[in-house]
């Protein structure tokens, strides 16, 4: 559903400039939140695995503390994933009918300056390219946020809880054989 002339039909105007610059700055905060979220994400887990590791007992094993082990360790394996860094080109591979997102780094360094230059240069000629570009910009910003942040911070909470969950289940299972229920 792609029509290149929609952009010709669009005059200048300080609004749309406003929406378009809000509308990047608003992607961009949810993406430090993601950032943020992981980070929590992470030092949490990482915190639970040390301090679990360091009170198991082996010859006696705690199956509530081997769960809470095994389920931070994943719920830290999916935090990690997603701040982990990509510089792949761009997301025009995995966005159907996708161009080539000449705002984005992932994009321009796998080119050199001359064509770099050429189509930004060629983008900056009219305003309908200019707004097509950061059009552009703004959706592969938020599919990426999408399908890579924020699928995997979801998974790392998810499994978090189910990993508390399933502790506490094994948790009160233990102490009901130990009181003898």
Not at 55 to 83: C, Y
């Amino acid at each position: 559903m792609s029509d290149r002339n929609l952009f010709s039909k669009i005059e200048r105007n300080g609004s749309i400039d406003y929406m378009l610059r809000t509308t990047q700055q608003h992607h961009v905060q949810l993406s430090l939140m993601a950032d943020q979220k992981a980070h929590i994400m992470v030092a949490a887990n990482t915190v639970l695995i040390t301090l679990a590791i360091g009170t198991f007992d082996f010859e006696k094993p705690v199956w509530a503390l081997l769960s809470l082990i095994i389920f931070s360790f994943f719920a830290l394996l999916f935090a990690i994933l997603a701040v982990y860094p990509s510089t792949r080109k761009g997301l025009t591979n995995t966005i159907k009918n996708s161009r080539p997102n000449w705002l984005f780094f992932g994009t321009f360094t796998n080119y050199d300056y001359d064509d770099f230059s050429y189509n930004m240069a060629k983008i900056m000629q009219k305003d309908e390219s200019v707004y097509e570009a950061m059009v552009n910009d703004i959706y592969q910003l938020g599919i990426a946020l999408k399908e890579t942040k924020y699928k995997y911070i979801r998974s790392s909470y998810r499994i978090f809880f189910l990993g508390l969950l399933f502790t506490l289940l094994a948790y009160l299972g233990q102490v009901s054989d130990a009181v003898g229920f």
